[in-house]
């Protein structure tokens, strides 16, 4: 995809010094954004009952609770320690560990720790680590169907503009991101699974069964990318559209460049700077984010499980699952950025 | 199509002075709203989505008489109607008859018709309201920040930044789930379907907020507004006679297809049981009870799930539509 103007050298005519003086810059940016999620996690689960007049002890174990109950959470909790303690304890666990001192015994939890969970009083990180492959599985395997379906169908679109394939691609399009994900998920549960019995409607492990895990997964996968294949696939028709109406397109065929390579090396690249910018959005929030297809599929993913945690109040797991999507999202941001200067020679770090 | 001829008035000129005009009238000002609306009158998916958006309206507005002519009232159940054993509708196609016009629920036998019927003010509510609370906090910030630029601007920007990177459905279900069951003095519901306005509402604006924004600030360097400036128009003057109506056209092409995005989120939170509490009907939520029934009356599930498609579909058809149809480039 390179082309020998661009590969090799540093990006931006600045040179290396601003490049770096740019990581640090958004770096910095990344860390005050895992803070500010983070301090809005807790200030929803204990300011916001504060101000509407409800403990928030009694939100963990109950209104019926006694006395001695309540105290026992508090102290358990550390709802008596100012709010900057918690969160210096809670940095302080994830990034080095910390100790819990609970009736006189100390626990130690090693890095990172993000806690124990309030009900069932397992660590958390396990609980993320466990999770968290099965909704990497789900996001990855569906982005690349949904590449190819999106990508392929934009671009055939585009160029075949008010064609019969153009007119039934895009009607298919626009009914793919008005239906949700549920409904299609119930309805190729019923058809596929229930009626043709074609695929398994469970998840089982990789390592289990090969072929289980992938009859288990493919529906899930597929119906994942009907809709974001659907989002795709409109944006790269309208770009590719307005791509192709640019001065520097006229240009290259002006000067005899053939059109296939017009279309691959000049339009596709100004064409996948704002898809890419949506895939790294997309793939950080369906981290957390693939909640509904989760949901609908009994997948054991970190939606599913930040799901029950949220309805529990769960405060520590609902923090861990939340702190590794913004971390996913903002990390994917920044991917994001670096890659818009290799891929399009007009953009240049700035 | 029309060739476009250059339409250079002065009150479309700030816009795009390259909207189509038609060839055989003479070059005069028209006004962008009445081009748009010209177009729009050609476009046919576009009108029979807003047919189809009134149509719904009508439904919502009216339910007490549509139900009370065609259907059942919504709590109602009808235990005759289902199968004691298997807890599915009797007779085929989920129950469907002339009294019951789209089946009864598995279980209770409620009239499914009128639920749909109910779900439709829920989901238009919760759509249009919170899109208009993006729409008012969106449009005052963004232009505030285009408009006096420096620290404000940084301010403002940085907090659009920051939303639009945040899990967002995940923020929305957690701030719902710790909202108690009374507040300002309501009950249920009403504290519910309030609730779920404002945090739509919330992570909604900074899409509007970011366009207005951009318009402000390409549009406050511009001679007329300059012109007004050395007239002796203040900065409110400026803000909303100068600036604003300028600002109107990607308002309404963004706010029409930010409707039935939220109303995909309302069915969600529904689905996954954050949304309006039973007896409220709602679509999504009959969605979510379907899901125990879709082996044995997969009816259940596809009757609110294609509620929600055609309402959701016929907004997106009409939002394309006014998008095109205010689009200075002007082909599609």
Not at chain 1, 227 to 246: I, S
Not at chain 2, 266 to 274: K, R, Y
């Amino acid at each position: 995809m390179n082309s020998s103007k661009t590969s090799g050298s540093p990006p931006g005519p600045a040179g290396p010094e601003a490049v770096l003086t740019y990581l640090i810059r958004r770096l910095f940016a990344v860390v005050v954004m895992l803070i500010v999620v983070m301090l809005a996690v807790f200030g929803i689960f204990f300011l916001i009952p504060k101000w509407t007049g409800v403990d928030p002890a009694t939100m963990f174990v109950g209104k019926q609770a006694d006395a001695a109950a309540l105290e026992g959470i508090r102290e358990k909790l550390g709802l008596g320690d100012p709010i900057l303690v918690q969160l210096f304890e809670f940095f302080k666990g994830i990034l080095v560990g910390r100790d819990y001192v609970s009736a006189g015994d100390t626990i130690h939890c090693s890095a990172p720790c993000f806690g124990y969970s309030f009900k069932t009083e397992q660590a958390i990180w396990p609980v993320l680590a466990d999770r968290l492959p099965v909704t990497l599985q789900l996001a990855a395997g569906a982005a690349v169907i949904w590449l190819l379906i999106g990508l392929t169908a934009g671009v055939v679109s585009a160029l075949r503009r008010g064609s019969i394939w153009d007119r039934m691609t895009m009607s298919l399009a626009l009914s793919g991101v008005s239906l949700p994900i549920y409904f299609t998920g119930l309805l190729s549960l019923a058809i596929f699974s229930y009626g043709l019995g074609l695929v398994s409607n469970e998840y089982t492990p990789m390592t289990e069964n090969f072929p289980s895990w992938f009859s288990g997964m493919i529906l899930p996968w597929l119906t994942l990318a009907f809709l974001f294949g659907a989002m795709y696939a409109r944006l790269t028709r309208a770009t590719m559209l307005e791509v192709m109406g640019e001065d520097y397109i006229r240009t290259a065929r002006a000067k005899g460049v053939r059109e296939p390579i017009v279309i691959r090396k000049h339009a596709m690249r100004s064409t996948m700077t704002p898809i890419i910018t949506l895939l790294g959005v997309d793939l950080g929030a369906l981290m957390g984010g693939a909640i509904l297809t989760e949901t609908t599929f009994s997948l054991p993913g970190l939606g599913q499980a930040v799901l029950k945690a949220i309805s529990e109040k769960d405060l520590p797991l609902i923090l861990g699952v939340t702190l590794i999507t913004a971390s996913a999202v903002v990390v994917a941001n920044l991917i994001v950025d670096l890659l818009y200067g290799v891929i399009d020679p007009r953009v240049r770090l700035a | 199509m029309t060739a476009p001829l250059h339409d250079t008035s002065a009150e479309t000129a700030p816009v795009d002075p390259a909207l189509g005009v038609s060839a055989d009238k003479a070059i005069e000002g028209r006004s962008l709203g009445r081009i748009a609306w010209t177009r729009l009158k050609r476009d046919k998916l576009a009108l029979t989505g807003g047919i189809i958006v009134l149509l719904l309206i009508a439904v919502a507005v009216f339910a007490p008489l549509i139900v009370g002519l065609l259907g059942h009232p919504p709590d109602q159940h009808h235990e005759d109607k289902i199968d004691p054993l298997f807890q599915t509708p009797i007779g085929t196609l989920g129950g469907i008859s002339g009294d019951h016009l789209l089946g009864v629920e598995p279980g209770n036998g409620r009239d499914i018709f009128s639920r749909i019927v109910y779900g439709a003010r829920v989901s238009l509510l919760v759509g249009f309201l919170s899109a208009m609370v993006a729409v008012v906090v969106g449009t005052v910030l963004g232009a505030l920040a285009g408009y006096f630029g420096g620290w404000l601007d940084a301010a403002i920007s940085r907090v659009m930044d920051m939303l639009l990177a945040f899990p967002q459905l995940l923020f929305i279900i957690s701030l719902i789930s710790v909202v108690p069951s009374q507040m300002f003095g309501l009950t249920g519901t009403g504290v519910r379907l309030t609730v779920m306005i404002l945090v739509i509402g919330f992570f909604g604006w900074p899409y509007i907020g970011r366009i207005v924004r951009g318009q402000t600030l390409s549009l406050r360097e511009r001679e007329y507004v300059e012109a007004a400036r050395s007239l002796g128009a203040g900065r409110r003057y400026i803000l909303f006679k100068e600036l604003l109506p300028n600002l109107i056209a990607p308002i309404t092409v963004y706010t029409t297809l930010m409707i039935p995005t939220n109303i995909l989120t309302e069915a969600a939170l529904s689905f996954l049981g954050v949304g309006v509490k039973p007896p409220t009907a709602s679509w999504g939520q009959m969605l979510s009870q379907a899901v125990r029934y879709y082996e044995a009356d997969p009816m259940f599930m596809v009757v609110p799930g294609v509620a929600i498609f055609i309402t959701v579909l016929s907004f997106n058809l009409f939002g394309d539509g006014v998008r095109d149809a205010f689009d200075p480039k002007g082909t599609r």
